[in-house]
């Protein structure tokens, strides 16, 4: 509560415990700006809602590698 996603996502990537899990940013924000900044925090994809659940699982199988 009363983090914003790229902090959580930054909190993810600084602890050795979570810092590979990979994380995806859906969101209504779709600036170049937000993107880089999501990208920077450690994001893998970002993808703008409404979420189009194709791209959504190509992404997620891409991730996993399969």
């Given at each position: 509560?009363?983090?914003?996603?790229?902090?959580?996502?930054?909190?993810?990537?600084?602890?050795?415990?979570?810092?590979d899990i990979p994380v995806i940013f859906l969101?209504?924000?779709?600036?170049?700006?937000?993107?880089?900044?999501?990208?920077?925090?450690?994001a893998v994809v970002h993808i703008q809602k409404?979420?189009?659940?194709?791209?959504?699982?190509?992404?997620?199988?891409?991730?996993?590698?399969?």
């Amino acid at each position: 509560p009363k983090m914003k996603g790229r902090a959580v996502c930054a909190a993810l990537k600084e602890d050795p415990l979570t810092k590979d899990i990979p994380v995806i940013f859906l969101t209504y924000k779709n600036s170049s700006d937000d993107v880089q900044a999501e990208m920077a925090a450690g994001a893998v994809v970002h993808i703008q809602k409404p979420v189009d659940f194709n791209l959504l699982y190509r992404e997620i199988q891409k991730i996993l590698g399969s």
